[in-house]
Structures are given as structure tokens and as C-alpha cells.
């Protein structure tokens, strides 16, 4: 089941609406993968690289436990439903994101526009609570008035944390081919 706020934000980017955020946030159709996840840069040479080829089927075993729903195109950034090895409901998974490094970021919020307004609210002109304002506009619910009272989710292991694991199992030889651990 795809989460209210997504609903709601998807239907106004189908409107032409801009979103609360950013103007190069972008929310992604339904299985659409971020450009984060473009390896298409890279040469022969560099896949030949046991230390590059190892974090790119690291970065995609990681990858492929989050269920993408919208990149900054500006900032390089993904951001998604960490579901995980059990396939959790979107509503239940944390929010997560990628960015243009490789990295992933466990993120504080209970969703996609919790996070969203943390994440761009410190760089609004009118802050964290004219993004705020913004979504509770548009029905969106939020849950905290101050940024610094979202919860933090509990996840173990973290996607950063999956990402170095399943790095060191490639890399050392144990990772099966196609495994997502």
C-alpha cells in the first residue's frame, strides 16, 4: 500500500504543482530507479577494479531492499522506503536516502514528507516550519513542530551498515551472484 503523503504529493507533481521542497525534487513513477543508481560513468577499466566492482554490486544489493520514490535531481540525491530483507509495507519502512557519493542515510521522520521537510526545511527561506506549513496546507500531516522532536527509526542493520557488509562479503568472494542479503 502506497502512503497517503506520496499519494497526495504525486498528484500534485501530475498537476504541474510544485512540492513543499525543492524545485529539483522530483517523486519518481512507481518502480522508476534514481540516476544515483547509474553506474553508466563508469569504464571497463574501472569495473575491472575488484575495489570498485565489489561497492557497485554492493551499492545494488542495498539498492534493491529500498523501494525508490524521489531523487533531487539538482543534489544527485534518491530518497526511499528502506523495506528491507522482509519486504516491509511501505507505510511501515524508514526513510532512507542515497546520495551522489554512494552513501546511504538513515533518515529521522515517520515519512516521506517528515523527512523531506527536515531534510529541505533547514534551507528554506521560511525554515522548517514554512515547510511545514506548506504540507499541513496541502492535508499532509506532520508530526512535530521542531525538527529536533522527529523520531529517529529503528533499524538494524542500517542501509549504511548492509552497503559495508555486503562491500566486504563481495569483495572477500562469499557473496552469491544476486544476492540482496
Known amino acids: 500500500m502506497v502512503p497517503e503523503d506520496l499519494v497526495v504529493w504525486r498528484?500534485?507533481?501530475?498537476?504541474?504543482?510544485?512540492?513543499?521542497?525543492?524545485?529539483?525534487?522530483?517523486?519518481?513513477?512507481?518502480?522508476?530507479q534514481p540516476a544515483a543508481l547509474d553506474t553508466g560513468y563508469l569504464s571497463a577499466a574501472?569495473?575491472?577494479?575488484?575495489?570498485?566492482?565489489?561497492?557497485?554490486?554492493?551499492?545494488?544489493?542495498?539498492?534493491?531492499?529500498?523501494?525508490?520514490?524521489?531523487?533531487?535531481?539538482?543534489?544527485?540525491?534518491?530518497?526511499?522506503?528502506?523495506?528491507?530483507?522482509?519486504?516491509?509495507?511501505?507505510?511501515?519502512?524508514?526513510?532512507?536516502?542515497l546520495d551522489d557519493e554512494g552513501q546511504f542515510h538513515l533518515l529521522r521522520g515517520t515519512s516521506l514528507s517528515e523527512v523531506l521537510s527536515d531534510e529541505y526545511g533547514q534551507?528554506?527561506?521560511?525554515?522548517?516550519?514554512?515547510?511545514v506549513a506548506r504540507c499541513?496546507?496541502?492535508?499532509?500531516?506532520?508530526?512535530?513542530?521542531d525538527p529536533g522532536e522527529l523520531p529517529e527509526p529503528a533499524v538494524s542493520p542500517t542501509p549504511a551498515e548492509h552497503h559495508v557488509a555486503r562491500y566486504r562479503e563481495v569483495l572477500a568472494g562469499s557473496g552469491p551472484a544476486g544476492s540482496a542479503g
Open 11 to 32: 498528484r500534485h507533481q501530475e498537476a504541474g504543482e510544485p512540492n513543499p521542497w525543492s524545485d529539483g525534487l522530483r517523486l519518481l513513477a512507481a518502480g522508476e
Open 46 to 97: 574501472d569495473l575491472a577494479n575488484p575495489d570498485v566492482a565489489a561497492d557497485v554490486r554492493a551499492i545494488a544489493d542495498t539498492a534493491a531492499l529500498i523501494t525508490w520514490v524521489a531523487e533531487d535531481e539538482d543534489e544527485g540525491r534518491a530518497f526511499g522506503y528502506r523495506r528491507g530483507p522482509d519486504d516491509l509495507p511501505l507505510a511501515a519502512a524508514a526513510v532512507v536516502s
Open 123 to 131: 534551507w528554506a527561506d521560511d525554515g522548517y516550519s514554512g515547510v
Open 136 to 145: 499541513r496546507a496541502r492535508g499532509v500531516p506532520i508530526s512535530a513542530d
